[in-house]
């Protein structure tokens, strides 16, 4: 199927994939941007040697990316006990203090070598 796009069109879609892990816990958090804020999750549970398999997805309203990821792990990180590793996961995803252009660091640039 195809669609016909005339005019001034732009189309964007954004998905933003993080892997959490820490000793033997392994979690893929993916998020899709939809319109009007609202950031799509999907969290997995990674693994070597089988299918990851879902854990927990839902919705939720967001100005960006870092602001959306910061949310959904203080909800996920609801559902495990204080002191395990998984909740120390989502705990520091939850408080990653928010970078400004201050603070991002600098690329340094590229110089040829003959």
Request: charged share 20%.
């Amino acid at each position: 199927m195809s669609t016909r796009l005339a005019g001034d069109v732009s189309i964007t879609y954004l998905e933003v994939k993080i892997q959490l892990a820490a000793e033997n816990a392994r979690f893929m958090l993916t998020l899709n941007a939809d319109p009007g804020n609202v950031w799509r999750y999907n969290l997995s549970v990674a693994s070597h040697n089988a299918r990851n398999s879902r854990v927990a997805f839902g919705r939720i309203i967001a100005p960006d990316h870092r602001a959306a990821q910061r949310q959904i792990a203080a909800v996920l990180g609801q559902g495990y006990q204080p002191g395990t590793v998984e909740r120390g996961l989502f705990d520091t995803m939850a408080t990653e203090p928010r970078r400004t252009a201050d603070q991002t660091p600098a690329i340094p640039p590229v110089r040829a070598v003959s």
